[in-house]
């Protein structure tokens, strides 16, 4: 069956692979790729660059902590801390944020907020909270609540047993799940630039357009060093949380 729905798929689209491995293609990807191998590594050129690759992780970083800040506060009647209705309602929410992707999150706040770096922030920001929130929530639902039963039995008010008897046991995890997506942030925040969110996306659009090869290979290199050092930052983080919830 799994066969007869690839055979199908090729069929129904259409693909023309014999034009994509015709004499003429592979000339033309030839000569695309070797204008690619000599990238513009001018002094102002790269300057200009490294501008936009610290633009494009502030949007990441600041879209991650606002997702992460009300994750922490839309967690709670999700995991069903407030009642059933709050809990539905809420998730509800979660599920409209993330089912958004964030390119089309992007075109809707670059419409909203107009061009630049704020609405790929508020871009990252809807729909990274539609994720987090939701493991946030799972996260509180699946936690021991011993610890919090304990203080709530000793007397504690709820506000209290619920910050020093289950916060302390939910957060690495929480923190763990914001790091990953963080990294993932990175990645979308360089692509939401293609419609109009700044950052190095920005940039690699506006010199395709111009068909200058020689600074989108830069611009690529700039995309590959952010995205490596950020993941290897939030890995090397993330292994250090994992004893404290293991």
């Not at 798929?9 to 790729?33: K, Q, T």
């Not at 999700?78 to 409209?96: C, S, T, Y």
């Not at 704020?118 to 021991?144: I, K, S, W, Y």
């Not at 939910?170 to 963080?182: D, E, H, I, M, S």
Request: net charge positive.
């Amino acid at each position: 069956m799994v066969l007869g729905a690839v055979v199908a798929s090729f069929v129904y689209l259409g693909l023309d692979l014999r034009g994509l491995f015709a004499a003429e293609s592979m000339r033309s990807m030839g000569r695309f790729i070797g204008e690619f191998l000599s990238p513009d590594l001018s002094g102002p050129f790269v300057a200009t660059t490294a501008r936009a690759a610290l633009q494009t992780l502030a949007v990441s970083a600041v879209g991650t902590v606002l997702a992460a800040l009300g994750a922490v506060v839309i967690a709670l009647p999700a995991a069903g801390r407030w009642g059933g209705p709050a809990a539905v309602a809420a998730r509800f929410v979660l599920n409209l944020l993330r089912s958004v992707p964030e390119l089309v999150w992007a075109a809707l706040m670059v419409l909203a907020a107009g061009l630049g770096p704020f609405a790929g922030v508020l871009a990252l920001a809807l729909h990274t909270l539609g994720v987090l929130g939701r493991l946030f929530a799972e996260t509180l639902q699946n936690a021991p609540r011993s610890s919090e039963a304990a203080l709530r039995g000793a007397g504690a008010p709820r506000v209290a047993a619920l910050a020093y008897g289950m916060l302390p046991l939910v957060a690495p995890q929480w923190l763990a799940y914001t790091l990953y997506r963080w990294e993932m942030n990175i990645r979308m925040a360089a692509v939401l630039g293609f419609v109009g969110a700044g950052g190095l996306g920005q940039m690699l659009y506006f010199h395709l357009s111009l068909f200058q090869q020689a600074q989108s290979a830069t611009v690529l290199i700039a995309m590959f060093v952010l995205v490596f050092a950020v993941d290897g930052a939030s890995a090397r983080l993330r292994r250090g949380l994992a004893p404290a919830h293991a």
